[in-house]
Protein backbone atom coordinates (compact mmCIF):
# COMPACT_ATOMS: atom_id res chain seq x y z
CA UNK A 1 0.00 0.00 0.00
CA UNK A 2 1.51 3.79 -1.04
CA UNK A 3 2.11 5.97 1.94
CA UNK A 4 0.39 9.34 1.46
CA UNK A 5 3.76 11.63 2.04
CA UNK A 6 2.93 14.79 3.20
CA UNK A 7 4.91 17.77 3.57
CA UNK A 8 7.04 17.66 6.93
CA UNK A 9 5.19 18.88 9.35
CA UNK A 10 5.88 20.08 12.82
CA UNK A 11 3.77 19.87 16.01
CA UNK A 12 3.01 20.97 19.06
CA UNK A 13 3.32 18.51 21.99
CA UNK A 14 0.79 21.15 24.17
CA UNK A 15 -1.56 21.18 21.41
CA UNK A 16 -1.82 17.23 21.84
CA UNK A 17 -1.91 17.62 25.49
CA UNK A 18 -4.93 20.06 25.33
CA UNK A 19 -6.49 18.73 22.34
CA UNK A 20 -5.61 15.07 22.45
CA UNK A 21 -5.26 15.09 18.65
CA UNK A 22 -1.19 14.52 17.34
CA UNK A 23 -1.39 16.97 13.80
CA UNK A 24 -3.32 14.70 11.67
CA UNK A 25 -3.32 11.93 13.74
CA UNK A 26 -6.79 11.62 15.54
CA UNK A 27 -8.88 9.18 17.55
CA UNK A 28 -10.98 7.12 15.14
CA UNK A 29 -8.97 6.95 12.64
CA UNK A 30 -8.85 3.61 10.73
CA UNK A 31 -5.74 1.15 10.60
CA UNK A 32 -5.70 1.26 6.80
CA UNK A 33 -5.74 5.19 7.38
CA UNK A 34 -2.70 5.25 9.83
CA UNK A 35 -0.74 3.17 7.70
CA UNK A 36 -1.58 5.64 4.91
CA UNK A 37 -0.50 8.45 6.89
CA UNK A 38 2.30 7.24 8.61
CA UNK A 39 3.67 3.84 6.91
CA UNK A 40 4.42 0.77 8.66
CA UNK A 41 5.38 0.72 12.21
CA UNK A 42 9.35 0.20 13.76
CA UNK A 43 7.19 -2.33 15.85
CA UNK A 44 4.05 -3.73 16.13
CA UNK A 45 2.25 -6.71 18.61
CA UNK A 46 -1.44 -8.05 19.10
CA UNK A 47 -0.87 -7.09 22.25
CA UNK A 48 -2.05 -10.53 23.16
CA UNK A 49 -5.80 -9.64 21.93
CA UNK A 50 -5.75 -12.74 19.81
CA UNK A 51 -6.46 -10.54 17.19
CA UNK A 52 -6.12 -11.45 13.39
CA UNK A 53 -3.43 -8.25 13.10
CA UNK A 54 -1.15 -6.73 15.36
CA UNK A 55 -2.77 -3.87 16.66
CA UNK A 56 -0.50 -1.98 18.94
CA UNK A 57 1.75 -0.14 16.70
CA UNK A 58 4.92 1.74 18.05
CA UNK A 59 6.98 4.49 16.28
CA UNK A 60 10.61 4.87 17.16
CA UNK A 61 10.20 6.43 20.89
CA UNK A 62 7.63 8.79 20.78
CA UNK A 63 4.51 7.01 19.54
CA UNK A 64 2.17 4.79 20.16
CA UNK A 65 -1.03 3.70 18.20
CA UNK A 66 -3.54 1.33 19.56
CA UNK A 67 -6.41 -0.06 17.60
CA UNK A 68 -9.68 -1.77 18.07
CA UNK A 69 -9.73 -5.83 17.78
CA UNK A 70 -12.51 -5.97 15.17
CA UNK A 71 -12.58 -4.31 11.92
CA UNK A 72 -11.88 -1.71 10.53
CA UNK A 73 -9.80 -1.18 13.36
CA UNK A 74 -10.12 2.21 14.18
CA UNK A 75 -7.83 3.72 16.93
CA UNK A 76 -9.42 4.13 20.10
CA UNK A 77 -5.90 5.39 22.17
CA UNK A 78 -2.96 7.85 21.34
CA UNK A 79 -0.01 7.20 23.24
CA UNK A 80 3.01 9.71 23.53
CA UNK A 81 5.39 7.01 25.80
CA UNK A 82 8.14 9.43 26.49
CA UNK A 83 8.77 12.87 26.69
CA UNK A 84 11.92 14.53 25.12
CA UNK A 85 14.42 15.43 26.53
CA UNK A 86 15.80 18.77 27.95
CA UNK A 87 16.92 21.48 25.52
CA UNK A 88 15.69 19.33 22.74
CA UNK A 89 14.04 21.90 19.65
CA UNK A 90 11.77 19.06 18.14
CA UNK A 91 12.26 14.91 17.81
CA UNK A 92 10.70 12.94 14.60
CA UNK A 93 7.92 11.01 15.40
CA UNK A 94 7.85 9.53 11.62
CA UNK A 95 8.70 10.45 8.35
CA UNK A 96 6.99 14.01 8.01
CA UNK A 97 6.13 14.53 11.65
CA UNK A 98 7.83 15.95 13.70
CA UNK A 99 6.83 17.04 17.68
CA UNK A 100 8.21 20.39 19.08
CA UNK A 101 8.69 19.85 22.94
CA UNK A 102 7.63 23.44 23.90
CA UNK A 103 9.35 23.52 27.38
CA UNK A 104 8.23 20.56 28.17
CA UNK A 105 10.84 17.80 28.49
CA UNK A 106 11.65 14.88 30.52
CA UNK A 107 12.98 16.73 33.94
CA UNK A 108 9.29 18.36 33.57
CA UNK A 109 7.28 17.31 36.68
CA UNK A 110 3.70 17.13 37.65
CA UNK A 111 3.16 20.16 39.16
CA UNK A 112 5.50 22.24 36.95
CA UNK A 113 2.76 20.83 34.03
CA UNK A 114 0.03 22.38 36.26
CA UNK A 115 1.64 25.54 36.21
CA UNK A 116 2.15 26.24 32.77
CA UNK A 117 -0.78 28.27 31.11
CA UNK A 118 -2.13 25.41 29.15
CA UNK A 119 -5.78 24.43 29.76
CA UNK A 120 -8.56 27.33 29.98
CA UNK A 121 -9.71 28.57 33.56
CA UNK A 122 -13.33 27.30 32.95
CA UNK A 123 -11.49 23.02 31.69
CA UNK A 124 -11.96 20.65 34.34
CA UNK A 125 -8.55 19.11 35.35
CA UNK A 126 -8.41 16.40 37.58
CA UNK A 127 -5.11 15.21 39.50
CA UNK A 128 -5.55 11.73 40.73
CA UNK A 129 -3.23 9.80 43.53
CA UNK A 130 -3.88 6.36 43.65
CA UNK A 131 -3.35 4.67 46.84
CA UNK A 132 -4.84 1.05 46.03
CA UNK A 133 -1.77 -0.18 43.60
CA UNK A 134 1.43 0.80 42.08
CA UNK A 135 2.52 4.23 43.56
CA UNK A 136 1.13 6.56 40.67
CA UNK A 137 -0.02 10.24 40.03
CA UNK A 138 -1.90 11.40 37.09
CA UNK A 139 -3.37 14.28 35.50
CA UNK A 140 -6.88 13.95 33.60
CA UNK A 141 -8.56 15.49 31.31
CA UNK A 142 -11.53 15.16 29.03
CA UNK A 143 -9.16 14.69 26.23
CA UNK A 144 -5.85 13.31 27.85
CA UNK A 145 -4.21 11.82 30.72
CA UNK A 146 -0.74 12.07 32.12
CA UNK A 147 1.01 9.87 33.97
CA UNK A 148 3.92 9.72 36.70
CA UNK A 149 4.97 7.14 38.84
CA UNK A 150 6.98 6.27 41.81
CA UNK A 151 10.38 3.98 42.55
CA UNK A 152 9.39 1.68 45.51
CA UNK A 153 12.24 3.58 47.70
CA UNK A 154 10.04 6.85 47.13
CA UNK A 155 6.93 4.89 48.64
CA UNK A 156 8.69 3.94 51.32
CA UNK A 157 9.88 7.61 52.01
CA UNK A 158 6.51 8.93 52.08
CA UNK A 159 4.25 5.90 54.10
CA UNK A 160 7.20 6.68 56.81
CA UNK A 161 6.16 10.11 56.88
CA UNK A 162 2.57 9.90 57.16
CA UNK A 163 3.41 6.97 59.93
CA UNK A 164 5.52 9.72 61.75
CA UNK A 165 2.41 12.07 61.60
CA UNK A 166 3.36 14.62 58.69
CA UNK A 167 1.40 16.85 57.45
CA UNK A 168 -1.47 16.38 54.00
CA UNK A 169 0.22 18.85 52.31
CA UNK A 170 3.81 17.77 53.15
CA UNK A 171 2.44 14.40 52.05
CA UNK A 172 1.39 15.08 48.62
CA UNK A 173 4.16 17.57 48.14
CA UNK A 174 6.55 14.82 49.02
CA UNK A 175 4.57 12.54 46.50
CA UNK A 176 4.98 14.78 43.74
CA UNK A 177 8.30 15.56 44.32
CA UNK A 178 9.47 11.64 44.15
CA UNK A 179 7.12 10.72 41.41
CA UNK A 180 9.48 11.18 39.01
CA UNK A 181 9.07 8.52 36.34
CA UNK A 182 7.02 9.39 33.42
CA UNK A 183 4.38 6.95 31.97
CA UNK A 184 3.19 8.41 29.59
CA UNK A 185 0.40 10.81 27.63
CA UNK A 186 -2.65 9.02 26.87
CA UNK A 187 -5.10 10.54 24.20
CA UNK A 188 -8.79 8.43 25.03
CA UNK A 189 -12.05 8.95 24.29
CA UNK A 190 -12.39 8.84 27.49
CA UNK A 191 -9.07 8.59 29.55
CA UNK A 192 -10.42 8.86 33.65
CA UNK A 193 -12.31 5.78 32.87
CA UNK A 194 -9.33 4.12 31.46
CA UNK A 195 -6.87 3.95 34.93
CA UNK A 196 -6.19 1.14 36.29
CA UNK A 197 -7.03 0.30 38.71
CA UNK A 198 -10.51 2.27 38.39
CA UNK A 199 -10.53 2.53 42.10
CA UNK A 200 -8.70 3.61 44.66
CA UNK A 201 -8.39 7.58 43.70
CA UNK A 202 -7.77 10.69 45.65
CA UNK A 203 -9.15 12.97 43.28
CA UNK A 204 -7.97 16.85 43.43
CA UNK A 205 -8.50 19.92 41.27
CA UNK A 206 -5.41 21.31 39.97
CA UNK A 207 -5.88 24.34 42.05
CA UNK A 208 -6.20 22.46 45.27
CA UNK A 209 -3.74 20.33 44.39
CA UNK A 210 -0.99 23.33 43.69
CA UNK A 211 -2.23 24.61 46.86
CA UNK A 212 -1.19 22.00 49.03
CA UNK A 213 2.09 21.68 47.52
CA UNK A 214 2.77 25.64 47.72
CA UNK A 215 1.12 25.33 51.20
CA UNK A 216 4.35 22.88 52.00
CA UNK A 217 6.92 24.64 50.28
CA UNK A 218 6.31 28.13 51.77
CA UNK A 219 6.44 26.68 54.78
CA UNK A 220 9.65 25.04 54.03
CA UNK A 221 11.09 28.58 52.70
CA UNK A 222 9.68 30.25 55.83
CA UNK A 223 11.40 27.90 58.63
CA UNK A 224 14.89 27.93 56.53
CA UNK A 225 15.08 31.70 56.18
Known amino acids: MAVRRVKREIVSLLSFIRTGEL ?15 LGPPDWWTDGGSGAPV ?37 VEIYWGLRLMPE ?3 NETGLSDLLRMPIWAPDEKVVVGICHSWN ?23 VQSEAANGRSRARS ?10 FLGIYSGFDPKADRAPLDG ?9 LALVSKFEESTVTKGS
Open 23 to 37: GPLKLGMTMRGVSEL
Open 54 to 90: PVLWRYRNYLEVFFEVDEPYRVYLIKVPNLPPAGKKY
Open 103 to 105: KIS
Open 135 to 157: PVIDICTDKVRLVWSMSIVGEEI
Open 172 to 181: IAKRDELSTG
Open 201 to 209: WEDFSAQDY
